[in-house]
């Protein structure tokens, strides 16, 4: 029981905070003792526990945040993707990001933590945080790091996702498109790009749930092999190919993008899965593009571009969502794709697009929010409301781009196959 006139823990934490967050806290902060502190105007952020304070001692930031989000120690009432929309632009009116705390603002944070009982062994690590062993892109690695995402739910990805089961971002031709309608135009300008005719052999690296393997089959007479190596991914297309009598036109294999090789093929496309490959892999994973295409064979990549210090997305998306991830500028890509003997022939930036994408997927993720908290339960449904949330933010401000890049594998003579002009 607080004795009369002894500071509340809200206002204690407001104390120790404010030389760390450059003046008044941002939020309207309520601590597990009832007490309040912050601006009454400000986003409402409870702390149920001392062992926030824990967590954001052991991992400063974004990181310690998140633990302690998902996990229900920290609550954000009302609108999340309001809240950390103010918390962002007060870190960038007060020019927090580069900002660096004194000793002394440390010690007297180390202190008040310590009084109020937050020091102590590091807190564990919420159930949802992946753990990945092994060496950084290896065969073993890659799988369990995709694992851990891809083989997550079928039932909880088809709650969110279109009818396609497209795992990627739209191509929005009209503002008043559905998601399933934007999604089909996305798939369709991907087999325009590439030119796909009857017949043509078509791999498809890195195929999710067959959205693109399925339509290229369906629409353009496409005869498609999709590899995966999620086993999830892989056992659920393999039921639409039966549903749709398409087994003598689409194969789907589990296998790592690196041990394909039956080219070539008539056009090749990996849509948002360059990501994962790593930095250092990425050449290889070029490599396999190029060999596996014929000669004035098209390649259409399509992938996220991200530039800041945070290649991988981020702490939380690093810890949560997709572990060994790695995105940089599309023009470092593009440096990278031609470097590795292909000739980038367009560069479509739409990063808008995934903003209405996320947009529509957030709509159905709380449209089935009870559904999706049975099937996971309600720490990775707070996982995914934050991802969600946060994705859609990066987009819209610029920190990160989604890309499709066409490229060609030239003749032995150069020569393309390009019309002189676009014909998509």
């Given at each position: 029981?607080?004795?009369?006139?002894?500071?509340?823990?809200?206002?204690?934490?407001?104390?120790?905070?404010?030389?760390?967050?450059?003046?008044?806290?941002?939020?309207?902060?309520?601590?597990?003792?009832g007490?309040?502190?912050?601006?009454?105007d400000?986003?409402?952020?409870?702390?149920?526990t001392?062992?926030?304070?824990?967590?954001?001692?052991?991992?400063?930031?974004?990181?310690?945040?998140?633990?302690?989000?998902?996990?229900?120690?920290l609550?954000?009432e009302?609108?999340?993707?309001?809240?950390l929309?103010?918390?962002?632009?007060?870190?960038?009116?007060?020019?927090?990001?580069?900002?660096?705390?004194?000793?002394?603002?440390?010690?007297?944070?180390?202190?008040?933590?310590?009084?109020?009982?937050?020091?102590?062994?590091?807190?564990?690590?919420?159930?949802?945080?992946?753990?990945?062993?092994?060496?950084?892109?290896?065969?073993?690695?890659?799988?369990r790091s995709i694992?851990?995402?891809?083989?997550?739910?079928?039932?909880?990805?088809?709650?969110?996702?279109?009818?396609?089961?497209?795992?990627?971002?739209?191509?929005?031709?009209?503002?008043?498109?559905?998601?399933?309608?934007?999604?089909?135009?996305?798939?369709?300008?991907?087999?325009?790009?590439?030119?796909?005719?009857?017949?043509?052999?078509?791999?498809?690296?890195?195929?999710?749930?067959?959205?693109?393997?399925?339509?290229?089959?369906?629409?353009?007479?496409?005869?498609?092999?999709?590899?995966?190596?999620?086993?999830?991914?892989?056992?659920?297309?393999?039921?639409?190919?039966?549903?749709?009598?398409?087994?003598?036109?689409?194969?789907?294999?589990?296998?790592?993008?690196?041990?394909?090789?039956?080219?070539?093929?008539?056009?090749?496309?990996?849509?948002?899965?360059?990501?994962?490959?790593?930095?250092?892999?990425?050449?290889?994973?070029?490599?396999?593009?190029?060999?596996?295409?014929?000669?004035?064979?098209?390649?259409?990549?399509?992938?996220?571009?991200?530039?800041?210090?945070?290649?991988?997305?981020?702490?939380?998306?690093?810890?949560?969502?997709?572990p060994d991830?790695?995105?940089?500028?599309?023009?470092?890509?593009?440096?990278?794709?031609?470097?590795?003997?292909?000739?980038?022939?367009?560069?479509?930036?739409?990063?808008e697009?995934?903003?209405?994408?996320?947009?529509?997927?957030?709509?159905?993720?709380?449209?089935?929010?009870d559904?999706?908290?049975?099937?996971?339960?309600?720490?990775?449904?707070?996982?995914?409301?934050?991802?969600l949330?946060?994705?859609?933010?990066?987009?819209?401000d610029?920190?990160?781009?989604?890309?499709?890049?066409?490229?060609?594998?030239?003749?032995?003579?150069?020569?393309?196959?390009?019309?002189?002009?676009?014909?998509?």
């Amino acid at each position: 029981m607080l004795v009369s006139g002894t500071p509340t823990v809200a206002a204690r934490l407001e104390a120790a905070l404010r030389p760390v967050v450059g003046g008044d806290l941002p939020v309207h902060l309520t601590a597990w003792d009832g007490s309040t502190a912050g601006p009454v105007d400000a986003p409402h952020v409870v702390l149920h526990t001392p062992d926030v304070l824990r967590r954001l001692l052991w991992h400063p930031g974004e990181l310690g945040a998140a633990q302690a989000y998902v996990t229900g120690e920290l609550d954000v009432e009302g609108d999340l993707d309001a809240a950390l929309t103010h918390v962002w632009g007060v870190v960038r009116e007060r020019g927090l990001s580069s900002v660096r705390p004194t000793p002394a603002t440390l010690v007297n944070v180390l202190r008040t933590a310590r009084e109020l009982g937050a020091v102590g062994l590091p807190a564990a690590a919420p159930a949802s945080q992946a753990v990945i062993k092994g060496r950084l892109h290896s065969l073993s690695r890659d799988r369990r790091s995709i694992s851990h995402h891809y083989d997550f739910s079928n039932e909880f990805y088809a709650a969110i996702l279109d009818d396609h089961m497209a795992y990627s971002s739209a191509y929005y031709e009209r503002a008043d498109m559905s998601l399933e309608e934007a999604q089909a135009a996305k798939l369709d300008l991907v087999c325009r790009k590439l030119a796909l005719r009857e017949g043509d052999r078509f791999l498809d690296v890195g195929c999710g749930w067959g959205s693109l393997s399925l339509y290229a089959a369906e629409h353009f007479g496409a005869r498609v092999t999709g590899v995966t190596i999620a086993a999830e991914q892989k056992r659920f297309i393999d039921e639409r190919i039966a549903e749709r009598g398409l087994g003598d036109r689409v194969e789907i294999r589990l296998q790592d993008y690196r041990e394909v090789g039956d080219g070539p093929y008539d056009a090749v496309a990996s849509i948002e899965m360059g990501e994962h490959v790593g930095q250092d892999n990425y050449p290889t994973y070029v490599d396999v593009l190029r060999r596996n295409v014929k000669p004035q064979g098209r390649v259409l990549i399509q992938q996220m571009s991200r530039r800041g210090r945070h290649p991988g997305g981020g702490p939380f998306i690093e810890s949560f969502i997709a572990p060994d991830m790695h995105m940089r500028p599309v023009g470092e890509t593009v440096e990278l794709i031609e470097a590795g003997g292909l000739e980038v022939r367009d560069v479509h930036l739409m990063r808008e697009h995934y903003v209405d994408t996320v947009r529509d997927w957030m709509v159905r993720f709380e449209a089935n929010a009870d559904r999706l908290r049975d099937l996971v339960g309600e720490e990775q449904l707070r996982v995914w409301r934050l991802y969600l949330v946060g994705g859609a933010m990066s987009f819209r401000d610029g920190r990160m781009g989604v890309d499709q890049i066409l490229a060609v594998r030239n003749d032995e003579a150069g020569h393309s196959g390009f019309p002189r002009v676009r014909d998509w």
